[in-house]
Nanobody, 125 residues
C-alpha cells in the first residue's frame, strides 16, 4: 500500500501547479484525503482536505481562494490545483489518507495514518 504524490516543481510567483496523489494497493474511496506541507525549519501544516464523497472540502486560510482540491474516485486519485502561487507556498507537500471511514474531512495530521513521500514545490519571487 503506497501513496504517490507528484506534480511538484519550480515555478515563478503567480504561476500554477497541480499536485496528484495516487494510491496503489488500496482504495481510499471511503476515507478523507488531506494535503499538508512542511517548509524548512517549520512545522507541518494543513493545506486542504476532501471528504470521501468529495462533497466537503476544507482549506487553510493561507490558500483559500487560490487552491482547489478534487478527487476522481475511478482513478483513485486526489488533486490539488494551486494557482497564484507565492514564495511562502514553498514547501514539501504531502498527501495522506484518514484513519477512519467518515463523511467528513479532517484538518489535523493525527487523523491521518497513511502518508505519501512528499513532492517539493518551490516558488521563486
Amino acid at each position: 500500500v503506497q501513496l504517490q504524490a507528484s506534480g511538484g516543481g519550480l515555478v515563478q510567483a503567480g504561476g500554477s501547479l497541480t499536485l496528484s496523489c495516487a494510491a496503489s494497493g488500496r482504495t481510499f474511496d471511503r476515507s478523507a484525503v488531506g494535503w499538508f506541507r512542511q517548509a524548512p525549519e517549520k512545522e507541518r501544516e494543513f493545506v486542504s482536505a476532501i471528504s470521501w464523497s468529495g462533497g466537503s472540502t476544507g482549506y487553510a486560510n493561507s490558500v483559500e481562494g487560490r487552491f482547489t482540491i478534487s478527487r476522481v474516485t475511478a482513478k483513485n486519485t486526489v488533486y490539488l490545483q494551486m494557482t497564484s502561487l507565492k514564495p511562502e507556498d514553498t514547501a514539501v507537500y504531502y498527501c495522506a489518507v484518514a484513519k477512519y471511514i467518515s463523511t467528513t474531512y479532517y484538518s489535523t495530521a493525527s487523523m491521518y495514518d497513511l502518508w505519501g513521500q512528499g513532492t517539493q514545490v518551490t516558488v521563486s519571487s
